[in-house]
């Protein structure tokens, strides 16, 4: 899951201070999907986004998948290989070391 420009004690916890309506579709969260990263209310989705690293079809109708990876599963993959912590929440999911996203290219 991606951050803000927070502290980074608080990486991928904030937002840009306003949500958007969520709008569910018919894509399958299968590995490589970019989808909308919310809290427990499903129109709170902001700035975040995460990208699938394997089938997760308990987020299909629930989460807005917009996009698929198309290139650079390798890379997928070695991000989905970093060490990851507790969260504020307690879930096993905060990255140990920074990950960077650093082009993306929408075609």
């Avoid at 700035?47 to 699938?52: A, R």
């Amino acid at each position: 899951q991606t951050k803000d420009e927070s502290l980074e004690n608080l990486w991928g916890t904030g937002g840009p201070g306003h949500t958007i309506k969520a709008e569910f579709n018919d894509r399958p969260h299968v590995r490589g999907v970019i989808s909308m990263a919310r809290s427990a209310d499903p129109d709170s989705a902001g700035s975040q986004f995460f990208v699938c690293l394997g089938n997760a079809d308990f987020l299909d109708g629930k989460y807005t998948g917009f996009g698929q990876l198309s290139a650079g599963d390798n890379t997928l993959g070695d991000i989905g290989d970093t060490p990851v912590g507790p969260s504020s929440s307690g879930e096993n999911s905060k990255p140990q070391e920074r990950v960077e996203v650093i082009s993306i290219r929408v075609a």
